[in-house]
């Protein structure tokens, strides 16, 4: 009940196409939703966040769609470039007082964008 | 500011060795956590740290593995002995406080281990 599945494992899209990437969890305690992107050789950083009580956050080309009913999330990369060629993360956790922020992760998708 | 320090960046030693991770937080987070990320995986955690109190060691391998943090500031992660299926990226990724509604974890670049 704790994990979260993502897919695709991974992806290519070209330069200005739309990338979607897919999330499912099953604890419906869950209630913080991030996304980390990762390049080759560092650590994953927070790209976008979301909370179930929101259908749809957007920050740029970033664009993350919430269905509470069906227990998904997704990541839509609009006019991918070739610099968001990373891999991706979904996460999610329990954000109330009283519990850790303990982070679980989907299994990644490793997205090339072809110029 | 300064981002969550890392050493050594890479480690290769054979089974049954054993092997130390140090972690330097960014300053003044009161939170540490130490991920296990395998290959084709996403990280998963194996301990965080609440100032120099454990707060969730539920997915660490206590018979081999053991973490401290002393003072509230650096970390460090031991395994001992190692095994093969350790191989791995360990990261390490602090957070301001234990504020699980502005849950910012800042990673580090980790250490990759590989046990031959």
């Known amino acids: 009940q704790q994990q979260v599945k993502q897919s695709p494992q991974s992806l290519i899209v070209q330069k200005g196409g739309i990338s979607i990437i897919n999330c499912a969890y099953e604890n419906t305690a869950f209630d913080y939703f991030p996304w980390y992107q990762q390049f080759p050789g560092k650590g994953p950083a927070l790209l976008i966040a979301?909370?179930?009580?929101?259908s749809e956050k957007k920050e740029g080309r970033f664009t993350i769609s919430f269905n509470k009913s069906a227990k998904q999330f997704s990541l839509h990369i609009m006019d991918s470039q070739p610099g968001d060629s990373a891999t991706y993360f979904c996460?999610?956790?329990?954000?109330?007082?009283?519990?850790?922020?303990?982070?679980?992760f989907g299994q990644g998708t490793t997205l090339q964008v072809k110029p | 500011e300064a981002g969550v320090a890392q050493s050594p960046r890479y480690k290769i030693i054979e089974k049954r060795q054993s092997v130390a991770f140090w972690c330097n937080p960014i300053?003044?987070?009161?939170?540490l956590y130490w991920y296990q990320q395998i290959l084709g995986q996403g990280p998963k955690l194996l301990i965080q740290f609440q100032n120099n109190g454990v707060v969730d060691d539920s997915q660490l391998p206590k018979d081999r593995f053991s973490a401290e943090r002393l003072k509230g500031v650096d970390s460090t992660l031991k395994i001992q002995p190692a095994k093969l299926e350790d191989s791995a990226v360990y990261l390490c990724?602090?957070?301001?406080?234990?504020?699980?509604?502005?849950?910012?974890?800042?990673f580090g670049a980790g250490t990759r281990l590989s046990v031959l």
């Open positions: 996460a999610a956790s329990l954000s109330r007082t009283g519990n850790t922020g303990k982070l679980i």
């Open positions: 990724a602090s957070s301001p406080k234990m504020r699980p509604d502005k849950n910012i974890q800042y």
């Open positions: 979301i909370r179930p009580d929101v």
């Open positions: 300053s003044g987070h009161a939170t």
